[in-house]
C-alpha cells in the first residue's frame, strides 16, 4: 500500500534555518531513510545525509524522528500514522554542518583521550588466551556501532554544552568500562589508572544514571546497568567503601609479614 | 576507535557558552523537544507513586502506635530500639536508647531503608526525573542553567549506597526473624498461621530480592572481578544477581508497596479494624 506522507525536514547550516514541509510518497516496508532519499531524487536533490549501510550497522544515519534519537535506516514508516507528519532533524547535541548532517568529530576527541589497551608484558601476539565468561561482559559492549546516539541524548552535554571539555558521555566511559574488565589489560601495570581516569578525566560523577543512554542505542548494549554503574561500583571500590579499604589493608600486612 | 584523522576540534570547545540544544553551533530549533508521545506520564506517574509513600510512611513514622499485634510487627518499626517500645514477645524490642529518646522509635530505624532507597542506582533514576527533571524524559530538554551531577557535594554521596547495602542486609535479616516469629500464635506458641503470616513472608520475599537485586549487591559478589573464570561459584553468583538486577526496577517497587501494605496490615489488625483470619 502506497500513501503521501507529509514530512519536516530540518534545512539549514550552523548559519541557521528551519523546517521545511514536503509530501512524498511512501511504500510498505519501508523505512524513514528510504523517504529522505526519495526527497533527495524529487524535491530536494541538495539535502545533505549522512548515510552509508542502510542496514543497521555502520551508525551513519542517526538523527532525531520526531523529537526522538534514532537511525534513520531502522526506524520503520508503519510505525507512524500515515495521516501523522514526521518530523526529522539532525542531532541536536552536535554541531550542525548542513541539513541533517553534524559535526561529531567531539566524540573522536574523546576517543583519544582514552587509554588503549595495554598489552601484557608476558605475552606475544597469538599467545592472548580468555575463557568465554572472562569476555561475554565485554562484547556486549564491542557490538557498539559508534552511532552516537546515546551521546546525542545524554542530558549532561546534550543540555549543558560547557561540560563537553569534561565529560566523556557514555559511549566512551563504556570504553573505560570494557577496558578495565578486560583479564589482559595491563594498565595497571603500564602506570595508568582507568578508575581514577574515568573518575578525574572522562568525567563519570556527571552521569546521574538516569539511562538515556540505553534507552536510544540501537544495539540494545544495556550502557547503564552493564557499564556505567559497574564502572562507578569500581570507583567507589577504589575510593569509598571502608571494607575494601580494610581488606586490602589487612592484605598488604599479610604479604609484608610473609616477605 | 581510530578515525586515522585527526579530530577537528568544535568551534565551541572550552567556550563558555551556554544553552543546550540552542546553543548558537546546533541547530536552529525552537522548540525545547520536538517529542510528541506522552513522555510527561512516567515521571509523572513516578513521582505521584514515590509521593503516596513519603506522605504514608511520614505519617506511620511518627504515629508511634498500632505497629504491634501479636505476633505481628510492623517492617517499619522493626528493630525497635527504643526503651518506649511495645513489649514484642521473644521479637526485636531491644532498648539499645534508653527513656531520654521521646520520639517515635520508627526514626531511629527508617534511617537505613530510607537511606538504602534513597542512594539506589534505580531510585536515582526516578527521582533526579520525576522530581527534578534532570532530564525529564529523553531528548526532552531539562530547565537547569548549569549541572554538575554526581560529581560534586552533595550528590557526591551518593556513593555512600554500598554502606547503605551492608546496613540493609542487616535490616532485611532482621525483617526475616520478624517473619518467622509470625508463625507463633499470639501466645508464642509455634504452629500458627494467619493471613497476616502471609503477608509477612510475601514482604520479606520481596523485600530480600530487593536487597540482592542492588547494583552494589552485584559488584560485590562478583562484578568487581576481572577474571570470572578464577573464581567459578562467585561467577554462579554474579549471574543469579544478575538475573534479579535486570528486574531491580520491579523489584523496587514491588516491595516498597509490600512494606507499605505489611504496615497497614499491622496498624489495622492491631487497631482492631479486623481481626487477622487465621488458617491454623
Redesign the interface.
Known amino acids: 500500500m502506497s500513501y503521501q506522507a507529509r514530512f519536516k525536514v530540518?534545512r539549514?547550516d550552523?548559519g541557521?534555518?528551519?523546517?521545511t514541509d514536503y509530501e512524498v510518497a511512501v511504500n510498505e516496508g519501508e523505512v524513514v531513510l528510504d523517504i529522505i532519499h526519495r526527497l533527495q531524487a524529487t524535491a530536494a536533490p541538495d539535502l545533505a545525509v549522512r548515510w552509508n549501510c542502510k542496514a543497521g550497522k555502520c551508525g551513519s544515519c542517526s538523527a532525531?524522528i520526531?523529537?526522538?534519537?534514532r537511525l534513520m535506516c531502522m526506524t520503520r514508516m508503519s510505525v507512524f500514522d500515515p495521516e501523522e507528519t514526521v518530523?526529522v532533524?539532525?542531532m541536536?547535541?552536535?554541531?550542525?554542518v548542513r541539513d541533517l548532517v553534524?559535526?561529531v568529530?567531539?566524540n573522536?576527541?574523546k576517543?583519544?583521550d582514552?587509554a588503549?589497551f595495554a598489552p601484557p608484558a608476558d605475552l606475544k601476539p597469538g599467545e592472548y588466551r580468555m575463557?568465554q565468561?572472562?569476555v561475554d561482559r565485554l562484547q556486549e559492549f564491542r557490538k557498539c556501532i559508534e552511532c552516537f546516539l546515546c551521546q546525542n541524548?545524554c542530558?549532561?552535554v546534550?543540555?549543558?554544552?560547557?561540560?563537553?571539555?569534561a565529560f566523556a558521555g557514555p559511549r566512551f566511559l563504556m570504553?573505560v568500562a570494557e577496558l578495565?574488565?578486560?583479564?589482559l589489560d595491563a594498565a595497571a601495570e603500564a602506570g595508568v589508572d582507568r578508575k581514577a581516569a574515568a573518575q578525574e578525566d572522562h568525567?563519570l560523577?556527571?552521569?546521574?544514571?538516569?539511562?538515556?543512554c540505553t534507552?536510544?542505542c540501537p544495539e540494545h548494549i544495556k550502557i547503564t546497568?552493564n557499564a556505567l554503574?559497574?564502572l562507578?561500583?569500581?570507583?567507589?571500590?577504589r575510593?569509598?567503601?571502608?571494607?575494601v579499604w580494610l581488606g586490602n589493608k589487612i592484605r598488604r600486612r599479610g604479604a609484608e609479614h610473609g616477605t | 576507535?581510530?578515525?586515522g584523522t585527526d579530530?577537528?576540534?568544535?568551534?565551541?570547545?572550552?567556550?563558555?557558552?551556554?544553552?543546550?540544544?540552542h546553543?548558537s553551533?546546533?541547530?536552529?530549533?525552537a522548540p525545547r523537544?520536538?517529542?510528541?508521545?506522552r513522555w510527561w506520564l512516567p515521571p509523572a506517574a513516578t513521582a505521584a507513586g514515590l509521593l503516596a509513600f513519603v506522605v504514608y510512611s511520614t505519617w506511620r513514622a511518627f504515629a508511634d502506635e498500632r505497629y504491634y499485634a501479636a505476633p505481628y510487627v510492623s517492617p517499619f518499626y522493626s528493630p525497635c530500639l527504643a526503651e518506649r517500645c511495645v513489649p514484642m514477645k521473644d521479637g526485636a524490642d531491644w532498648e539499645v536508647f534508653g527513656s531520654w529518646w521521646a520520639l517515635s522509635p520508627a526514626l531511629l530505624i527508617l534511617i537505613f531503608p530510607l537511606g538504602f532507597r534513597l542512594t539506589c542506582?534505580y531510585y536515582?533514576?526516578a527521582y533526579?526525573?520525576g522530581f527534578w527533571a534532570?532530564?525529564p524524559a529523553?531528548?526532552?530538554?531539562?530547565p537547569?542553567a548549569?549541572?554538575?551531577?554526581?560529581?560534586?557535594f552533595p550528590?557526591?554521596l551518593q556513593?555512600?549506597?554500598?554502606?547503605f547495602f551492608?546496613f540493609a542486609v542487616i535490616v532485611a535479616g532482621i525483617l526475616t526473624y520478624d517473619a518467622v516469629l509470625a508463625f507463633r500464635d499470639e501466645r508464642g506458641a509455634w504452629g500458627h498461621m494467619g493471613l497476616g503470616t502471609l503477608v509477612m513472608l510475601a514482604n520479606i520475599a520481596l523485600i530480600w530480592a530487593y536487597t540482592l537485586s542492588c547494583?552494589?549487591c552485584?559488584?560485590i559478589v562478583g562484578?568487581?572481578l576481572?577474571?570470572?573464570?578464577k573464581h567459578p561459584v562467585r561467577?554462579r553468583m554474579w549471574g543469579l544477581v544478575s538475573r534479579l538486577?535486570?528486574r531491580h526496577m520491579l523489584l523496587a517497587w514491588a516491595s516498597l508497596i509490600s512494606v507499605a501494605l505489611a504496615d497497614l496490615y499491622v496498624y489495622l489488625v492491631a487497631g482492631g479494624v479486623f481481626d487477622d483470619p487465621r488458617f491454623f
Open positions: 530540518w539549514g550552523a541557521g534555518g528551519g523546517l532525531e520526531n523529537g526522538r534519537p518530523t532533524t539532525p541536536r547535541a552536535f554541531p550542525v553534524t559535526d568529530s567531539y573522536y576527541a576517543a583519544r582514552v588503549s575463557r565468561q572472562d541524548t542530558h549532561v546534550r543540555d549543558h554544552e560547557e561540560n563537553k571539555p570504553r578495565d574488565m578486560h583479564p568525567g560523577g556527571y552521569c546521574n544514571i538516569t539511562k538515556c534507552e536510544v546497568d554503574i559497574p562507578k561500583e569500581r570507583v567507589v571500590d575510593s569509598y567503601d571502608p571494607l | 576507535m581510530s578515525t579530530p577537528r576540534p568544535s568551534a565551541a570547545a572550552g567556550s563558555p557558552a551556554r544553552g543546550g540544544v546553543h553551533t546546533r541547530a536552529s530549533i523537544h520536538l517529542r510528541r508521545d542506582y536515582r533514576k533526579y526525573r534532570s532530564p529523553c531528548a526532552v530538554a531539562e537547569h548549569k549541572y554538575t551531577g554526581e560529581s560534586r550528590l557526591v556513593n555512600i549506597h554500598r554502606y551492608y547494583h552494589s552485584r559488584h562484578g568487581r576481572r577474571t570470572f573464570s561467577y538486577n535486570a
